[in-house]
């Protein structure tokens, strides 16, 4: 298996304009979740699915996020509009149901000018 | 609710050196005790995981871990640090529910100084 899968790696954008972010899970996991990394606050869960549906969003931070999964094999988190302050490291990991353990992705590194 | 603490921001320490990486957790019931790594830019990967059974928990590079549940701890132990352990360590736990949902610690950044 390829493992979890982000696009892009990088990203850089102009304050003010849609940025989408994108993960494909691991085939055959149940739980999928977004995270956000800085150096401030670390490592934050933003929201995390189950079966396609989500479970909790209430790291969210304001309504210019969003996530979305349409189905088993794929999920996005968009930001519109995006702000300097949103510029991180965004992960990706998917878990089997089970243990916990969870996958993560390579990340998508997101600057906002 | 849980919550996970890593006393220790960061962890100089030489080569070839023994390391202990700390971590405290608080839950009411029942938990799940994962050690992740991190290098640098790359995503986050399982070091070991304690789940049930022996408290002792030997994980990938050389790692292991104690699971002390009268202390509420799961410290990260190596005898020999190798230059290549320069990363950071997220502790992380996690109850047994539906949805998987794991609490991660700040962080504890290791530097192996040659």
């Known amino acids: 298996d390829a493992g979890v899968i982000q696009s892009p790696r990088h990203e850089v954008t102009e304050m003010g304009q849609e940025v989408t972010l994108r993960c494909k899970p691991i085939?055959?996991?149940?739980?999928l979740f977004w995270y956000r990394q800085t150096m401030m606050r670390g490592l934050e869960l933003l929201i995390y699915?189950?079966?396609?549906?989500?479970?909790?969003d209430s790291g969210m931070p304001e309504d210019r996020f969003s996530a979305k999964m349409p189905n088993a094999s794929f999920s996005t988190l968009k930001i519109q509009p995006s702000e300097p302050r949103d510029s991180a490291v965004y992960f990706c990991?998917?878990?089997?149901?089970?243990?916990?353990?969870?996958?993560f992705g390579p990340g998508t590194r997101l600057t906002v000018l | 609710a849980q919550s996970v603490t890593q006393l220790d921001s960061q962890v100089p320490v030489f080569e070839e050196a023994p390391v202990e990486l700390r971590c405290n957790y608080s839950?009411?019931?029942?938990?799940?005790l994962f050690w992740y790594v991190q290098y640098p830019n790359q995503g986050l990967q399982l070091l070991l995981k304690?789940?049930?059974?022996?408290?002792l928990v030997k994980g990938i590079n050389g790692f292991e871990a104690e699971f002390n549940k009268s202390q509420t701890s799961f410290h990260l132990r190596k005898p020999s640090v190798h230059i290549s352990d320069t990363a950071e360590y997220f502790c992380?736990?996690?109850?047994?529910?539906?949805?998987?949902?794991?609490?991660f610690g700040p962080g504890t950044s290791l530097s192996v100084i040659p």
């Open positions: 992380a736990v996690s109850v047994k529910t539906s949805y998987d949902k794991v609490i």
């Open positions: 085939s055959g996991h149940n739980s």
């Open positions: 839950s009411s019931v029942s938990v799940y």
């Open positions: 304690y789940l049930s059974g022996s408290t």
């Open positions: 699915f189950n079966n396609n549906v989500p479970i909790d």
């Open positions: 990991a998917s878990s089997p149901r089970g243990d916990n353990e969870q996958f």
